[in-house]
C-alpha cells in the first residue's frame, strides 16, 4: 500500500495541528448555535471524527453518503445519494464536513439539496482543496490546505475504495491507475 504513493504531501501530525485550528474557529463562530454538522460519507469519516473532537461546544451529527467517483480518478458527473440524513435540517445550522472540493459537484449539489430544505445557515469546511479542478464556482467557507492537480489517497480518500486507512494524504502513482 504505501510502495504505491509518490509523494506524502501532509503528515498525520501537520493534519492534526490543522485540524486543531479549524476545531477552534468553528467552536467560536458556532457558539450557542448547536449546529447540525453532516459528515460526506465516505471519503469525510477520519476527518468529521478528528474535527468534532476539536469541537467544544454542543452540536449534533448526522451522516449522508454520496458517491460520483466510483472506480474513476474523475467525477462521473452525477452525484448519488447512497444515504440521506435521520434528520430534518429546517431552521438549522447545517455545517457540511468534506474531505475534499475537486470539481465541486458534490458540494454544489449538496448546497442546493439542503437550501431547498430550509436549512437557516449551509456552511462548508473542507479539508482540502483543489481549486484548479473546479468546474463550478464555489468555495468552502473554512478549509485545511490547497493541494496541487494530482488525485490524492488517504486519511479517508480512496482510490477504488482502497487507501482510505492511510493516516497521511499523498499523491498516488499514476502508473497504479492508469494500467
Ligand atoms: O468536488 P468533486 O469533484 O465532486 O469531488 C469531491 C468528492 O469526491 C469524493 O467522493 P466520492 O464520490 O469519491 O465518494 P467517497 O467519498 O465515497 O469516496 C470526495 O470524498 C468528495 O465528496
Ligand atoms: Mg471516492
Redesign the pocket.
Known amino acids: 500500500m504505501f510502495n504505491d504513493i509518490q509523494e506524502v504531501l501532509y503528515t498525520e501530525e501537520q493534519l492534526q495541528t490543522k485540524i486543531k485550528e479549524l476545531g477552534e474557529t468553528l467552536s467560536r463562530d458556532y457558539e450557542g448555535r448547536n449546529p447540525l454538522v453532516i459528515c460526506?460519507?465516505?471519503?469525510?469519516f477520519i476527518f468529521m471524527a478528528d474535527l468534532v473532537k476539536n469541537m467544544t461546544i454542543p452540536l449534533e451529527l448526522d451522516f449522508m453518503?454520496?458517491?460520483?467517483?466510483?472506480t474513476a480518478t474523475k467525477?462521473s458527473g452525477v452525484?448519488k445519494i447512497l444515504k440521506d440524513l435521520d434528520v430534518p435540517v429546517e431552521g438549522r445550522d447545517v455545517l457540511i464536513v468534506?474531505?475534499?472540493?475537486?470539481?465541486?459537484?458534490?458540494?454544489s449539489y449538496l448546497i442546493d439539496v439542503l437550501e431547498r430544505r430550509n436549512a437557516n445557515s449551509t456552511r462548508v469546511v473542507a479539508l482540502f482543496d483543489k481549486p484548479v479542478?473546479r468546474t463550478v464556482g464555489l468555495e468552502a467557507d473554512y478549509r485545511g490546505f490547497e493541494l496541487p492537480d494530482a488525485f490524492v489517497v488517504g486519511y479517508?480518500?480512496?482510490y477504488a475504495?482502497k487507501y482510505?486507512n492511510l493516516p497521511f494524504i499523498g499523491i498516488l502513482k499514476p502508473e497504479v491507475y492508469s494500467n
Open positions: 460526506v460519507l465516505k471519503g469525510a453518503a454520496v458517491s460520483s467517483y466510483g467525477s452525484v468534506e474531505d475534499i472540493i475537486d470539481s465541486g459537484l458534490t458540494l479542478r479517508g480518500l480512496d475504495e482510505r
